[in-house]
């Protein structure tokens, strides 16, 4: 299987900020990931996905970089309706799996 | 408006059974393939099957494999989720999720349904 570490596992910014999210696969997955934002209490909702691509209405301060191994979510301008926890998602191969979580805090 | 609404879950004891079912509007159902996503707080989100557009493939984690079956009525546009010899390490949030035509899954999910595995 393979297997997504997302770092850091949380951290503490403030409205304004720029805020940059990892994530490495434990082997090559191109560009079959995705990004999902998930509020408490909330079903995941899609951002992003081939690595790079927004969803339709995702706001363009979301962008997300990277193929092979090592992949970055970026929020610009960090709103605060971003305030939640973030994943990312293989789909090279199966089993799909899910990065452990990055939860974006209020400073 | 594509809605998702899971149903069915609740408490069953281990080694028992639950079925879980997902109602799908808003969208040609028979056009996507469909996936069951469960979540808990200390393994975080997992995905355990999904479904092609027909039927005709399925895929599982090995975890689920030979315990869970993923079916699907188009007809009546819903996903389905049977669960036998459930284990305490089933409990979980379960999830119905539609898969992105660009690749995996979940361009939208369902609410979740609560499934506790306890005795």
């Known amino acids: 299987d393979i297997q997504m570490t997302q770092s850091p596992s949380s951290l503490s910014a403030s409205v304004g900020d720029r805020v940059t999210i990892t994530c490495r696969a434990s082997?090559?997955?191109?560009?079959?990931l995705a990004w999902f934002q998930q509020k408490p209490g909330k079903a995941p909702k899609s951002l992003i996905y081939?690595?790079?691509s927004l969803q339709s209405g995702v706001p363009s301060r979301f962008s997300g970089s990277g193929s092979g191994t090592d992949f970055t979510l970026t929020i610009s301008n960090l709103q605060p309706e971003d305030f939640a926890t973030y994943y990312c998602?293989?789909?090279?191969?199966?089993?799909?799996?899910f990065g452990g979580g990055t939860k974006v805090e209020i400073k | 408006e594509v809605q998702l609404v899971e149903s069915g879950g609740g408490l069953v004891q281990p080694g028992g059974s639950l079925g879980l079912s997902c109602a799908a509007s808003?969208?040609?159902?028979?056009?996507?393939?469909m996936s069951w996503i469960r979540q808990t707080p200390e393994r975080g989100l997992e995905w355990v099957a999904n479904?092609?557009?027909?039927?005709?493939?399925?895929y599982y984690v090995d975890s689920v494999k030979g315990r869970f079956t993923i079916s699907r009525d188009n007809a009546k546009n819903s996903l389905y989720l049977q669960m036998n010899s459930l284990r305490t390490e089933d409990t979980a949030v379960y999830y119905c999720?539609?898969?992105?035509?660009?690749?995996?899954?979940?361009?939208?999910w369902g609410q979740g349904a609560l499934v506790t595995v306890s005795s």
């Open positions: 082997q090559g997955i191109s560009n079959y």
């Open positions: 081939g690595a790079s």
């Open positions: 808003g969208f040609t159902f028979s056009n996507y393939w």
């Open positions: 998602q293989q789909y090279n191969s199966y089993p799909l799996t």
């Open positions: 479904i092609k557009r027909d039927g005709s493939e399925k």
């Open positions: 999720a539609r898969d992105d035509l660009n690749g995996g899954s979940g361009d939208y």
